[in-house]
């Protein structure tokens, strides 16, 4: 264990602190060991951005603490009680294997080699790669699953890195958040900073057995983030082919043999049913030609009597010649179970593919076609039976890449572009009437700029908390950031505007920060194309850089804050315009320049004071004001202007503690005087506040602000020993 005054424990606590933001109270934190450095250093100090100003502070910590025993004791004080990241200690589990696999002899052998290869600080990396409908996915997760007790009992992590194209695919700090969750740790506990996350995965596996699957990879790059040299670890890549770059064991996967094929249809239907359709199995075979997943297209074919050796084309008879010109098994297979198909289940399974939605369900499939959605849930579970869609969980479906690539190619052909533009247009409109409302519902006291939210005001929708309202934008989230790709494509700026409004509460309540970088980006270059200087393109720029400001990515953030600020003038929103000043404010405390961030306070509520009588904004005045005086003592806080502090916190919790529904920031307003109260050295008058702080928390169900109360109370207790 590290000497608590040590130089490596010291930048330890403050990497950890940093680490640790994703919550409230690791923002209080970080907030909190600003000025306690401030303090302790005896000047201002930057927050620092990177490993090596983080090195730099925690020297000048070190040597402040050496030669001074009180800074010591208040440094031992926060760094005992100090939050970090959360624990990842669960023991994680593949998804299910398939029930009937065959063969594979030769790279699972090669999988055993290098998952039992004497660690010799080589990382251990196995690259499964062969073409689409091969089985490369069912090879990893079937050997996975098979050894999972025998050679990975710490657990086993698996990754859909998504990678059929450059739009879906994961980048590297998404994907390491899905395998911190696995691993059991709280989203609102993971870093938000990618270098930290990768830092924090590294530890958690470090000493684990472990087998991690990072499938459907698009490069070197992606992956190699991912990676880990811990002795214990295995991980298997799965890809199209070879990633140039990557240096891993490479296992080729190629066709089944005619007797392995032979086996997989009598193990998918049964020895009389093969042994009936001899005649025309030769053609079978050779038309799968080795690939498990035209073979499980071909076997329910085999008993029917217009079967392989027919010549009915089937109902679908539209198409009168095949749809593509690869001739490969998998699109032969796809093409011959699309011409199986009904006419509505025809349209379904083209229309849909249209854009790349992640994973849809009956309703948007039923406002895209024109069904009722009984109908729709009924044509998707065939598609599922005919392996022309994948079911990824309860009522939700995605297209492997190829049958998605051959069904947009068939909708090209024979819906035709109005037919094209009719149809994503149509699963757009639905995508955000339905954000709409979940967004209204989860933020019942927010408003939304836009024709739709207009509309939908006072609507108490289909949800019965604002829990349920946030779990379904979640459950849709990949599906709404393809929405705004699409409304951008479409000259609809409206619909983008209001969907990216409608991903607020997935900000602000649950920390989906990386999945929505790209929707807001997106969101903030049409206002500038469409709308410059309006209070749209104030707002976009405004919710872009509070994203940003979650991920740590602060230099990015300021120009986004800047141009809301500059969109807001001069469309003539003052409250609009406060907001953006007050969020630079913010910026800045993180940032750990007070003095700057209490300017930008003071300089919002100039603005504000320009908003008179029956003005916008008028109603919110109050609140807006108790709120800047609240960040106007945290900023003399960490200036250590203590008396000052007192006076501006005292203003704001007269008003949070009369105002109805204020608890929270009641709670927050009582923590920030006890911060100041502990700042001063005076930890007895902190707490009575800490107390009612954490009673008035009782029904907010505020854990993580609970438990940075405990952390302040614990300081106060061993401050006053």
């Not at 050997?143 to 859909?160: H, I």
């Not at 009904?342 to 399974?349: D, N, Q």
Request: proline fraction near 7%; glycine fraction near 8%.
């Amino acid at each position: 264990m590290l000497e608590p005054m040590s130089l490596a424990a010291i930048a330890a606590v403050l990497s950890a602190v940093g680490a640790g933001m994703a919550n409230e109270a690791g923002k209080w934190a970080w907030e909190s060991a600003g000025g306690l450095v401030r303090r302790i250093v005896g000047q201002q100090v930057t927050a620092p951005a990177g490993p090596d100003e983080l090195a730099a502070v925690a020297e000048r910590i070190h040597a402040a603490v050496r030669t001074d025993p009180a800074l010591a004791r208040a440094w031992e004080a926060f760094a005992r009680t100090a939050p970090g990241p959360g624990r990842a200690d669960a023991v994680p589990a593949l998804p299910a294997s398939i029930r009937f696999f065959t063969d594979r002899q030769g790279p699972m052998k090669l999988l055993e080699r290098e998952a039992s290869r004497t660690a010799d600080g080589r990382p251990r990396v196995a690259l499964i790669h062969g073409p689409e409908g091969i089985g490369t996915s069912a090879l990893a997760i079937h050997w996975g699953c098979r050894e999972a007790e025998r050679l990975f009992p710490g657990g086993q992590l698996y990754a859909d890195l998504r990678g059929a194209s450059a739009s879906t695919a994961l980048d590297a700090s998404t994907a390491l958040r899905s395998l911190l969750v696995q691993l059991g740790m709280a989203r609102d506990e993971i870093p938000p900073a990618a270098a930290d996350r990768r830092e924090w995965f590294r530890r958690a596996v470090a000493t684990r057995r472990l087998l991690v699957v990072l499938d459907h990879a698009q490069s070197a790059a992606q992956v190699r983030p991912l990676l880990t040299a811990a002795p214990e670890v295995f991980t298997v890549v799965v890809a199209p082919r070879p990633l140039p770059g990557l240096d891993a064991l490479r296992i080729p996967v190629g066709p089944l043999t005619d007797k392995d094929a032979r086996r997989l249809l009598t193990d998918l239907t049964d020895r009389e049913t093969v042994a009936a359709a001899r005649a025309v199995l030769p053609r079978v075979l050779e038309r799968c030609g080795g690939s498990p997943y035209a073979l499980r297209a071909a076997a329910p074919q085999l008993a029917e009597p217009n079967g392989p050796s027919g010549t009915d084309p089937g109902p679908n008879r539209q198409e009168e010649e095949p749809t593509v010109s690869d001739s490969g098994p998998v699109r032969t297979a796809v093409e011959g179970s699309y011409r199986e198909l009904e006419p509505a289940a025809a349209k379904v399974y083209r229309l849909m593919s249209l854009r790349e939605w992640p994973a849809f369900g009956p309703a948007a499939v039923a406002a895209t076609v024109s069904l009722p959605e009984a109908e729709a849930a009924r044509i998707l579970g065939e598609l599922v039976d005919r392996g022309l869609l994948e079911s990824v969980d309860t009522d939700r479906y995605r297209y492997r890449p190829v049958v998605r690539g051959h069904a947009e190619e068939t909708a090209v052909r024979v819906d035709g572009i109005p037919g094209y533009s009719t149809a994503v247009q149509r699963t757009v409109d639905w995508y955000l009437r339905f954000a709409v409302r979940a967004r209204l519902a989860a933020l019942p006291g927010g408003w939304g700029i836009g024709p739709l939210y207009e509309e939908l005001a006072g609507s108490p929708g289909p949800y019965v908390n604002e829990g349920e309202a946030l779990s379904a934008l979640a459950a849709e989230l990949g599906n709404l950031v393809q929405a705004v790709y699409a409304a951008e494509e479409f000259g609809r700026p409206d619909v983008v505007y209001q969907l990216c409004q409608a991903l607020w509460p997935l900000q602000l309540k649950a920390g989906y920060h990386d999945e929505l970088l790209p929707a807001l980006r997106a969101g903030a270059r049409v206002a500038d194309a469409h709308d410059p200087g309006s209070r749209m393109a104030g707002r976009t720029h405004l919710l872009l850089a509070l994203d940003l400001m979650e991920l740590r990515r602060y230099e990015e953030a300021e120009p986004e804050l800047a141009a809301a600020a500059r969109a807001e003038e001069r469309s003539g929103h003052l409250r609009g315009h406060a907001s953006a000043v007050e969020s630079l404010g913010l910026l800045r405390l993180r940032q750990w320049r007070f003095q700057e961030a209490y300017d930008r306070f003071d300089e919002a509520g100039a603005i504000l004071d320009g908003i008179g009588a029956g003005d916008e904004g008028e109603r919110d005045l109050p609140r807006a004001r108790a709120l800047l005086d609240r960040h106007r003592g945290r900023a003399l806080r960490g200036l250590g202007r203590y008396a000052e502090a007192h006076e501006r916190l005292d203003i704001a919790l007269v008003f949070f503690r009369d105002t109805a529904r204020e608890a929270y920031n009641t709670a927050r307003t009582l923590t920030d005087l006890a911060e100041t109260y502990l700042a001063e050295g005076d930890p007895q008058s902190a707490l009575p506040l800490i107390d009612e702080a954490a009673a008035a928390l009782d029904a907010e169900k505020a854990a993580h602000h609970l438990a940075h109360l405990r952390a302040l109370r614990e300081r106060c207790l061993s401050a006053g020993e």
